[in-house]
């Protein structure tokens, strides 16, 4: 099983209550409700981080939110990529509401412990 963890800014003038919605309501649906995109990922999880809830003496995340997309190969990832639904609606709609050049991303392919 591989995870790809993905950590995202809001766009510069847009509110975290925007950027939470639009990721929520919009950009979710595109991946999770189309069944060209949804066939190559097994578990999709949005984690909207809250503002100002950090512990005391740790320092916040500089992040509005973060992503998990799992796949069950690195080939379910690459064809998920390579859908022309992928390409043409996920990848647009990032720009209406990501600040692209923050967002910072990560695979591993680290076996799921459960308790």
Avoid: C
């Amino acid at each position: 099983m591989w995870v790809s963890v993905s950590f995202y800014k809001r766009k510069p003038g847009t509110s975290h209550e925007e950027f939470s919605r639009h990721w929520r309501e919009i950009h979710g649906p595109l991946i999770a409700k189309n069944p060209k995109i949804a066939r190559h990922i097994k578990r999709y999880v949005q984690h909207h981080l809250q503002p100002n809830a950090s512990v005391p003496g740790v320092q916040e995340l500089e992040f509005d939110g973060f992503s998990e997309v799992w796949f069950e190969s690195m080939e379910d990832r690459q064809a998920m990529f390579a859908e022309p639904d992928f390409q043409n609606l996920v990848i647009p709609d990032e720009h209406n509401f990501i600040d692209m050049s923050i967002t910072r991303t990560s695979m591993s392919d680290t076996p799921v412990v459960q308790v």
